[in-house]
């Protein structure tokens, strides 16, 4: 059973008009899109294909795709809610823009592409009902080759981001060295994670609204990556953490959209992280900031052989 909050009822194009109460038990899922119409049309039928006891709504932002990705959904999935952006607004604020629409309890951002196992929504609200005191849930992602991915990792750290750049992580797994790439980490069984990957986060409403604007809760200075991290980061200090299960599994091709500029997406993913270091470090800890920077762009130089579409 499906909503459709904000719709004309004739087209179900969005249509003015308050948006709707807060529903118990409603799912909504937001999914930000770019160029990836097969994976996405994948994503769709596992999504509207699951055998969920509740009702879900989902809300598919178009980043200006010119694969057909649009039309694709408006044919083939009606009962989604279509945003077309007319330009790549990003990942943070085309989750802003679906989050804006949603009435459910439970708001699941989800990757295009993802397949989800038909009983993973029902798995997901048992799981985050039983552990009251988690603010969101990330399942175990299986990579095409059925094997499991390496998903989760710490919050940022100086001595962390140093054990990752230099191999030091896996000489010190559970020590401050490894505390960022967390070589150490049991994927097989169900407990906190710091920050997992942002391909499947479903996250409590109530857990967004505890850390400021729940219908944009994505940091927007973070375009494409870390802004997954910021808000995992922010709900960590108001004392809501995410937890991992194992027992949801969800199927990850892993960068459908990225993989199309990789070299612009490294230099952006190192300038994210300095990003990050300059919003949350706190007093003597912010004189390495022009280090970090410095350290950050010369990584990003050498894994994109380059400044053609970075710097």
């Known amino acids: ?35 990836t119409r097969e994976l996405l049309r994948k994503c769709l039928a596992s999504v509207f294909g699951n055998d969920a006891p509740f009702e879900i709504e989902v809300i598919v932002v178009d980043n200006a795709s010119h694969d057909g990705s649009a039309a694709m959904v408006r044919e083939g999935f009606p009962d989604a809610i279509l945003v077309q ?7 943070a604020r085309g989750n802003n823009q679906g989050i804006t629409l949603v009435n459910g309890e439970y708001i699941l951002t ?38 499991p991915q390496r998903s989760v990792r710490g919050f940022p750290s100086i001595l962390g981001v140093f054990g990752a750049i230099t191999g030091l992580a896996n000489l010190s797994p559970e020590g401050p060295l490894g505390s960022y790439l967390l070589p150490a980490f049991d994927y097989d069984s169900e407990g906190p994670a710091p920050q ?3 391909t499947f986060l479903m996250f409590k409403r109530s857990a967004l609204e505890a850390v400021g604007d ?12 870390f ?7 922010r709900m960590h200090q108001a ?14 091709a892993h960068g459908a959209s990225t993989r199309q500029r990789p070299k612009a997406m490294i230099w952006e993913s190192h300038r994210s992280l300095v990003r990050f270091f300059r919003k949350h470090l706190r007093g003597v800890q912010r004189v390495w900031i022009p280090g970090i920077a410095i350290a950050a762009n010369i990584a990003a130089l050498v894994r994109a052989r380059g400044f053609r579409d970075g710097a």
């Open 214 to 225: 729940p219908r944009r809760p994505f940091d927007e200075a973070f375009p494409i990556f």
């Open 85 to 91: 952006n007319e330009r790549n607004e990003g990942y």
């Open 196 to 198: 997992p990957m942002g």
């Open 227 to 233: 802004n997954e991290v910021d808000l995992l980061y």
């Open 110 to 147: 989800l990757n295009p592409d993802t397949e989800l196992p038909r009983d993973a929504l029902r798995k997901c609200i048992d799981i985050l009902d039983d552990n009251s005191e988690y603010g969101c849930l990330a399942p175990r992602l299986i990579g095409l080759d059925r094997k």
């Open 1 to 35: 059973m499906f909503r459709f909050p904000g719709l004309c009822p004739d087209c179900r194009c969005l249509a003015d008009g308050p948006i709707g109460k807060i529903s118990l038990g409603l799912v909504s899922i937001v999914i930000v899109s770019w160029n």
């Open 239 to 252: 004392g809501l953490r995410c937890l991992y299960s194992p027992q949801v599994e969800v199927l990850h």
